[in-house]
């Protein structure tokens, strides 16, 4: 485990997927990441690499050949190479392997920089093609909050809240695959408050948003966040069943369309990066307590 530490927060990183999985107040002790029950959902922050979400039959196809990938990929499974660049800041790094190469063909160097800064956190992808030939891939970020953050509140005494109002719909997902059309959902509206009906058709997947950070707010305690999603297209909003937690998931890239043909280089929001080039972005978010 990797501990990192500001003034204000602490962030513990495990090298297994280079998953954050703990995010407290120092001095309140306030955890706003979820606990990681199992009864629920075993993960904390997973990132989702080479694919985002799941593929058409599980399988893709590239450069005429095909291939199998779980969902989300495999990143998320595998140990990172670890360094603590300074008490407030560490890189987790993963390359090819044998068995990479066996279901992505592709040599790539995947790095997750996490930064802490008083009250705010900055995590930062970074993919560079380190193969002959241009690589493709989609990645995402999949962090659980803690939600109720204060003892004595629900669920539903908390509102996600956009910083632009937004008249946007809901993708459906089918057996993980992504329908084409969209249920509503925000009619000129900033805010989405929270439910554990909200779920219940599994994640909201939103894409076209004019919004580049979304807040965690309630009326009855000022403990929240504010994260910030600035240049990621898509962005999905999950929780399982019940839970405690509510995921947001800036994404490049999604799940496979229920329509799909395969091919890996025509799914939307795919990145195809060229021979010795990189590709960034990042997420931030600013803690209230």
């Not at 291939?67 to 390359?95: D, V």
Request: proline share 6%.
């Amino acid at each position: 485990m990797i501990t990192l530490q500001s003034e204000t927060l602490k962030a513990v990183i495990h090298p297994l997927g280079a998953e954050l999985q703990e995010l407290s107040h120092r001095t309140t002790g306030r955890n706003f990441l979820w606990s990681g029950d199992p009864a629920y959902w075993w993960k904390f922050s997973p990132v989702l690499f080479p694919i985002v979400g799941t593929l058409k039959n599980g399988q893709y196809s590239i450069n005429g050949s095909a291939y199998e990938l779980p969902r989300h990929g495999f990143a998320r499974e595998k140990e990172f190479t670890a360094n603590q660049i300074s008490e407030c800041e560490a890189i987790f790094t993963l390359c090819e392997d044998a068995s990479t190469l066996e279901v992505y063909p592709f040599r790539f160097e995947l790095s997750i920089r996490y930064i802490l800064s008083e009250n705010q956190l900055t995590v930062t992808y970074s993919v560079i093609n380190t193969d002959e030939q241009p690589i493709w891939f989609c990645l995402g970020a999949h962090p659980a909050f803690a939600v109720p953050l204060a003892d004595g509140l629900g669920y539903d005494d908390y509102t996600l809240r956009f910083n632009t109002p937004e008249t946007t719909g809901r993708y459906g997902l089918q057996e993980g695959l992504l329908l084409n059309d969209t249920a509503p959902l925000l009619n000129d509206e900033t805010d989405l408050p929270l439910s554990t009906e909200l779920f219940a058709r599994d994640a909201i997947v939103l894409k076209g948003l004019h919004s580049n950070s979304i807040s965690l707010v309630s009326a009855k305690h000022p403990a929240g966040w504010t994260f910030d999603f600035s240049g990621w297209p898509h962005l999905g909003i999950w929780a399982a069943k019940g839970a405690p937690f509510v995921c947001i998931e800036p994404w490049q890239g999604h799940a496979d369309t229920v329509d799909h043909d395969g091919d890996f280089t025509k799914k939307e929001g795919v990145v195809e990066l060229g021979v010795g080039e990189r590709w960034e972005r990042e997420w931030r978010l600013e803690i209230r307590d």
